[in-house]
T-cell receptor, first 110, second 113 residues
Framework: GQQVMQIPQYQHVQEGEDFTTYCNSS?????IQWYKQRPGGHPVFLIQ???SGEVKKQKRLTFQFGEAKKNSSLHITATQTTDVGTYFC??????????WGAGTKLIIKP | DGGITQSPKYLFRKEGQNVTLSCEQN?????MYWYRQDPGQGLRLIYY???????QKGDIAEGYSVSREKKESFPLTVTSAQKNPTAFYLC????????????FGPGTRLTVT
């Protein structure tokens, strides 16, 4: 079936280090969306990428959509404690549901 | 303020009881969704609705029921047939179903003992 695989499941970083999460779809996507869920909170929409090869930046966050529109990544430069949470990618499929990745949990080492 | 409200935030029930979770939105969105999230896991779709009086099963609909009598409201009933109901339940809405970003309510943590 249609799947969105997201890796890694967890990433432990020292504050100030970079963080990257990767998303791969089994089929071509019309768009890909990224969400952030803080501990104990609910997912919050971050961004949507639509075009092949698209790159978007939000301050220290850089989002990329692959040329084949089957993969995407989120990179955070110089992580801060406010970045802690789980980052999800999600893509729409033929029945117009969003299929969600399992998420990557960003943990800042003390 | 526009947004999605879910109540209650925490809910405790005894096994064998049905329980209804509330979800209301004032964003004028056509589409609404219910997701289940288990600890350390992603989101699994229970039901979604594209318009009033219409709804579709998601991946894990067994043991759940919904209604959509008003555009603003999409309540979820967790029935006694749901084998493992303890979870975090999230309601979301989007302008339309087809690929639009989703806005989430704060969620309801249901514990069944």
């Amino acid at each position: 079936g249609q799947q969105v695989m997201q890796i890694p499941q967890y990433q432990h970083v020292q504050e100030g280090e970079d963080f990257t999460t990767y998303c791969n779809s089994s089929t071509t996507l019309s768009n890909i969306q990224w969400y952030k869920q803080r501990p104990g909170g609910h997912p919050v929409f971050l961004i949507q990428l639509v075009k092949s090869g698209e790159v978007k930046k939000q301050k220290r966050l850089t989002f990329q959509f692959g040329e084949a529109k089957k993969n995407s990544s989120l990179h955070i430069t110089a992580t801060q404690t406010t970045d802690v949470g789980t980052y999800f990618c999600a893509g729409p499929f033929s029945n117009y549901q969003l299929i969600w990745g399992a998420g990557t949990k960003l943990i800042i080492k003390p | 303020d526009g947004g999605i409200t879910q109540s209650p935030k925490y809910l405790f029930r005894k096994e064998g009881q049905n329980v209804t979770l509330s979800c209301e939105q004032n964003l004028n969105h056509d589409a609404m969704y219910w997701y289940r999230q288990d600890p350390g896991q992603g989101l699994r779709l229970i039901y979604y609705s594209q318009i009033v009086n219409d709804f579709q099963k998601g991946d894990i609909a067994e043991g759940y029921s919904v209604s959509r009598e008003k555009k603003e409201s999409f309540p979820l009933t967790v029935t006694s047939a749901q084998k493992n109901p303890t979870a975090f339940y999230l309601c979301a809405s989007s302008m339309y179903v087809s690929g639009y970003e989703q806005y989430f309510g704060p969620g309801t943590r249901l514990t069944v003992t």
